[in-house]
């Protein structure tokens, strides 16, 4: 079956850098394009990047923008969020995506904070 498998969230002053991966497994991994989404408290999910199957085409959400980086690796079905300069709005439970078949993975805790 498929699985998402997210980690490297963890508290973090502002400024700072984390890089999130998602470990998938049950797939193909190389065959789909993926998405990192957020949620943060009292806020709706909302996407924040994404990335074609090989990784030759990557898009972001404007509040990321010229600071996160998604990247993927197919031979080891690992996707990478590297996030530098954080803001204390950067503050959510980070998801990994895959469209098709609509999977998710469990979130990972993402705290920007002094």
């Known amino acids: 079956q498929v699985q998402l498998v997210e980690s490297g969230g963890a508290l973090v002053q502002p400024g700072g850098s984390l890089r999130l991966s998602c470990a998938a497994s049950?797939?193909?991994?190389?065959?789909?394009?993926m998405r990192w989404y957020r949620q943060a408290p009292g806020k709706e999910r909302e996407w924040v990047a994404y990335?074609?199957?090989?990784?030759?085409?990557?898009d972001y959400a404007d509040s990321v923008k010229g600071r996160f980086t998604i990247s993927r690796d197919n031979a080891k079905n690992t996707m990478y969020l590297q996030m530098n300069n954080l803001k204390p709005e950067d503050t959510a439970v980070y998801y990994c995506?895959?469209?098709?078949?609509?999977?998710w993975g469990q979130g990972t805790q993402v705290t920007v904070s002094p």
């Open positions: 995506y895959r469209l098709i078949g609509d999977y």
């Open positions: 049950g797939f193909t991994f190389s065959s789909y394009s």
């Open positions: 990335i074609t199957s090989a990784g030759g085409s990557r």
